[in-house]
């Protein structure tokens, strides 16, 4: 499988400071990637920078191997773009703003069906002024498609759009990558991350912390698997004497880490041997978002305290 | 530059501006307005005669017919229409003051007998010390007349006689100087206060970088927006003519010469506009930058009045602004029929309007480094 994007030491510098500190890593074709941080971590200068917006500092980039900023006007022809927070001529409908965009590629979309495929086909003819959030989003997403794009890249693409609208462009993502586009997101939520994503990669200070598939990071950086109870710290104390596996107990929840499935069974019945008192039990594992709180917290914390010696 | 982009993006840049009823105002109504304003203001002076209220007290004398004939010689040099009122020589002055033409003439008692028998006699003016300009007219005119009756009683010969002819072949009224005068202030306004706008803004709202993600190139996008002004300039062009024509009965040249400046002068301050708009780094000071280009040319270039007017230190000024060329090429063309003159404005404007052009190309990014 060839590689849509390959990004290699790529730094970005602003004056002294530095957005992007030398990152690494690929994108195949045909999958999606989710390249996920915190405001300001560098992913949207990051993703500018692929995209051709932005020109690099050091460093070597390729989308469908050209160079984006030197080569941008042949680039331009084969990707798709909906930057984050989308806008457009006030006074222009969808449908006209596909016809527009039609034209200058040279393309002949169907606006109807391009209206249809992001669910917006009641709006067609409604001016871009008078469309929400959502509505205006999809019309960016539609634009992106006009070109019949080999990558898209979608920054943010549901920041502050309703569930039902997040569903909606969710499934058109779906739809991409079942068509063999690339895709590359950029997203606040990191459950749309582990839905949809092949591939992730957690940008935090310029510099990618940790990369691969949801479950892979998951099993690097996450806890084990824990079981939960609803019982007091008393149980928690039973437990630890009881079993060689760790044991926490807060907020009137118990929780024993599970190195191996089996685990549960022997946690579960010196619970009820303990005749003490509980509710309630089930497994637990760290979520994408969980991992991603965690060592961007560790990070900030590392960071605070090694200023701090200094 | 491919013309089917073009296209597209000037159909996107008309319905936008077609279904914003504010502009469409300001562009189609506005220019009616200021035409018919400063057509009402300023075109009571100039070449209508002044109104010369009389009072002769050699009315009904056995020699009236000399003030008669004075009076007639008076109105026949169509710088002062002669009205007749009755009334006393003591209230005379009074009434003048009351009235809206205080301009006056007392023929005195015995005026025909005196000249006939070669008695000198005097006539009083009265004139207006707040209208200069009228006091003179009339001034000029009796002494006029009253030299010929002097050097016919004399039984004398004109040796200086006077033909009388303006510079060019008719006789102009402000309001044909304000035509051109206001096509040049649509062509400068209309274009720099939207383009220094949209440049700022569109940069702001990342509309440009969503250009910049299409083919569309910046030359066909500025290309555009000069093609919809000069579609505009046209339209406005031909509301003021057609307004100076029917409203005030301008007397222009109305030619195919004035096509390369309604081309030619949107080219150069749509570039101007884009070029401020882009040097600017937030739309306010954009809009700033834009103000201090537009508003002394705005009056500076002979739009309201013509430069020859103006103090010297002040035309000199005004011959360093472009504007100033593309009205003063339109008086050639509109007014004085100077093919020569129009030809070298127009080639001024030409040049800047290339380079300004280019400047505003190179000046003017999508994206940034």
């Known amino acids: ?310 | 530059m491919r013309p089917a982009r073009i296209v597209a993006d000037l159909k996107v840049v008309t319905r936008s501006y077609l279904r914003n009823p504010v502009a469409l105002f300001f562009s189609l109504i506005f220019p009616i307005i200021l035409i018919a304003l400063f057509g009402l203001i300023f075109s009571g002076s100039g070449t209508s005669p002044v109104t010369l209220q009389v009072v002769d007290l050699d009315h009904g004398s056995p020699e009236a017919g000399v003030s008669e004939s004075f009076l007639s010689a008076l109105n026949n040099t169509s710088a002062v229409k002669v009205v007749v009122v009755n009334q006393t020589e003591e209230n005379f002055a009074a009434w003048l003051g009351q009235n809206d033409d205080p301009v006056g003439l007392v023929i005195p008692a015995g005026f025909g007998a005196n000249y006939t028998a070669h008695r000198p006699t005097t006539v009083l003016v009265y004139t207006d010390p707040e209208d200069a300009a009228d006091s003179g007219v009339v001034l000029g005119a009796v002494q006029g007349v009253a030299n010929y009756y002097n050097l016919h009683a004399a039984n004398g010969t004109e040796i200086v006689t006077l033909s009388q002819a303006n510079v060019g072949s008719q006789v102009f009224t402000y309001i044909d100087y304000l035509i051109p005068g206001l096509i040049g202030f649509s062509i400068l306004t209309s274009p720099m206060f939207s383009m220094v706008d949209v440049a700022a803004s569109y940069r702001k709202e990342g509309i440009f970088r969503q250009l910049s993600l299409t083919p569309l190139t910046r030359a066909e996008w500025l290309t555009s927006h000069f093609v919809w002004y000069m579609a505009i300039t046209f339209v406005t062009a031909g509301i003021m003519i057609g307004a100076g024509l029917v409203l005030f009965g301008a007397r222009v040249n109305v030619t195919l010469g004035l096509v390369p400046f309604l081309i030619v002068g949107p080219l150069f301050f749509v570039s101007l506009g884009m070029l401020a708009g882009s040097v600017a780094k937030t739309p306010e000071s954009a809009a700033l930058i834009g103000n201090i280009i537009t508003f002394p040319m705005m009056f500076l270039s002979g739009t309201f009045f013509p430069v020859s007017d103006f103090p010297a230190g002040l035309q000199s000024f005004a011959h360093i602004l472009p504007l100033y060329y593309v009205i003063d090429g339109m008086n050639q063309v509109m007014l004085f029929s100077n093919t020569m003159r129009a030809l070298t404005d127009l080639l001024i404007v030409l040049v800047g309007a290339v380079v300004v052009f280019l400047l505003a190309i190179r000046f003017f990014t999508w994206r940034d480094e």
């Not at chain 1, 690929?26 to 020109?55: D, Q, S, Y």
């Not at chain 1, 539609?142 to 920041?159: I, K, S």
């Not at chain 1, 007091?232 to 499935?261: C, M, T, W």
Request: proline share 5%; glycine share 10%.
């Open chain 1, 1 to 310: 499988m060839t590689d849509a994007i390959e990004v290699d030491h790529l730094v970005k510098r602003y004056g002294g400071l530095s957005a992007v500190a030398g990152i690494d890593f690929t994108v195949r074709a045909g999958t999606v990637f989710a390249f996920l941080g915190p405001n300001g971590a560098g992913k949207t200068t990051t993703t500018e920078i692929l995209e051709g917006l932005r020109n690099r500092t050091e460093g070597n980039v390729r989308v469908l191997g050209l160079d984006p900023w030197t080569e941008a006007a042949a680039l331009h022809r084969r990707i798709g773009v909906i930057p984050q927070d989308f806008r457009f001529f006030e006074k222009i409908t969808p449908r006209e703003a596909i016809e527009y965009y039609g034209s200058l590629f040279g393309t002949h979309p169907d606006p109807a069906g391009l209206l249809e495929r992001v669910q917006l086909a009641d709006k067609a003819s409604s001016r871009f002024d008078t469309l929400s959030g959502g509505q205006k989003q999809k019309t960016g997403l539609a634009l992106a498609l006009t070109n019949d794009p080999e990558v898209c890249f979608l920054d943010e693409p549901t920041t502050g759009l309703d569930p039902t609208a997040r569903r909606a462009i969710w499934a058109v993502i779906r739809s991409l990558k079942a068509e063999g586009r690339t895709v590359f997101l950029t997203t606040h939520y990191l459950e749309e991350a582990e839905l949809l994503a092949d591939q992730v990669a957690i940008i935090h200070h310029g510099r990618i912390i940790a990369a691969g598939t949801p479950t892979e990071i998951i099993a690097t950086h996450g806890r084990p698997e824990r079981l939960r109870f609803d019982a007091g710290p008393g149980l928690a104390d039973y437990l630890r004497s009881r079993l060689p596996l760790s044991v926490r107990a807060a907020d009137g929840r118990v929780e024993v880490e599970l190195h191996e499935k089996t685990d549960a069974l022997r946690a579960l019945s010196a619970v009820e041997a303990s005749g003490l008192p509980w509710q309630n039990f089930a497994t637990v594992q760290d979520t994408l978002e969980d991992v991603f709180v965690r060592l961007v917290g560790q990070m900030d914390d590392g960071t605070l305290k090694s200023e701090g010696a200094a």
